[in-house]
């Protein structure tokens, strides 16, 4: 049974920083892309930054350029993302997905999901 489980959200200040992570199990991990999405209330899901299997190419939205980075270790069968310069606007449950055979942001390609973290922007 595939498994992806976020940790790590938790409430911070503007300006703070933030890094949750998400451990694949039940797959092999190294083949798949990872990605991470955010959904925030009233909202829909939207991608916010994907890695390839290599770890060799990312790929974020414009709104998080710069400020949050996607790492992976294949090694750990992890993927992080690197929050930093947070905003309330990146107020969502944050959820990592693993992709076969797709990079990119497009929703309906990834094959599994995890349950999400909540990350809350917040003075």
């Known amino acids: 049974q595939v498994q992806l489980v976020e940790s790590g959200g938790g409430l911070v200040q503007p300006g703070g920083s933030l890094s949750v992570s998400c451990a694949a199990s039940?797959?092999?991990?190294?083949?798949?892309?990872m990605g991470w999405f955010r959904q925030a209330p009233g909202k829909e899901r939207e991608f916010v930054a994907a890695?390839?299997?290599?770890?060799?190419?990312?790929y974020s939205t414009d709104s998080v350029k710069g400020r949050f980075t996607i790492s992976r270790d294949n090694a750990k069968d992890t993927v992080y993302l690197q929050m930093d310069t947070l905003k309330p606007e990146d107020t969502a449950v944050y959820y990592c997905?693993?992709?076969?055979?797709?990079?990119?942001?497009?929703?309906?390609?990834?094959?599994?999901w995890g349950q999400g973290t909540q990350v809350t922007v917040s003075s």
């Open positions: 997905a693993a992709a076969s055979g797709y990079f990119g942001s497009d929703y309906f390609k990834y094959n599994y």
């Open positions: 039940g797959l092999t991990f190294s083949p798949y892309a």
């Open positions: 890695i390839s299997y290599t770890g060799h190419t990312t």
